[in-house]
């Protein structure tokens, strides 16, 4: 099923300001791009796009008070500027198993003062050496990395 398509049926007839959360694990993106979820969704505290076949967050809609957003298992590897710009209260960022390779391309995550959990399972990021010390020194706000606790 496509984005667009299941947006419209997870709001189940409700105007896009009622939802909170918005789950569309396992459904489509035409050309590897966000459809169907707009500002619109003001009060959007979660959302989950695992395994939707995503390649790019550059369609990222403003959304300030989403806090979780779940990316797990698609094709995204840098671009992570937008979320910063966009997504101001995140406090939960789930990338694992995305086509991240160097630390670098996470640096857009230090303008995200609230991120306290990143989570980069199963990315090439975390064959590097030194690969917990250095993201943790990136991103000094973060708290878990990968479900782990850091201890200071």
Known sequence: MDMKKRV????RHRPPTEVSEL???????????????????????????INVGLTS???????????KLELSDNRISGGLEVLAE???SLTHLNLSGNKFKDISTLEPL??????????????????????RES????LPQLT???????ER
């Not at 990315?123 to 050496?129: I, K, P, R």
């Not at 993201?135 to 990136?138: A, N, T």
Request: charged letters at 30%.
């Open 57 to 67: 967050v550059s369609d990222f809609p403003k959304l300030d008070k989403l806090k």
């Open 110 to 131: 230090k303008k995200l003062p609230q991120l306290k959990s990143l989570d980069l399972f199963n990315c090439e990021v975390t064959n590097l050496a030194d690969y």
């Open 144 to 150: 878990y990395l990968d479900g782990i606790f850091q």
């Open 23 to 49: 789950v569309l694990d396992n459904c489509r993106t035409c050309d590897g791009k966000i459809e169907g979820i707009t500002g619109e969704f003001s009060n959007l505290e979660l959302l989950s796009l």
């Open 86 to 88: 966009r997504l101001v």
């Open 8 to 11: 419209s049926l997870e709001l």
């Open 135 to 138: 993201i943790f020194k990136l």
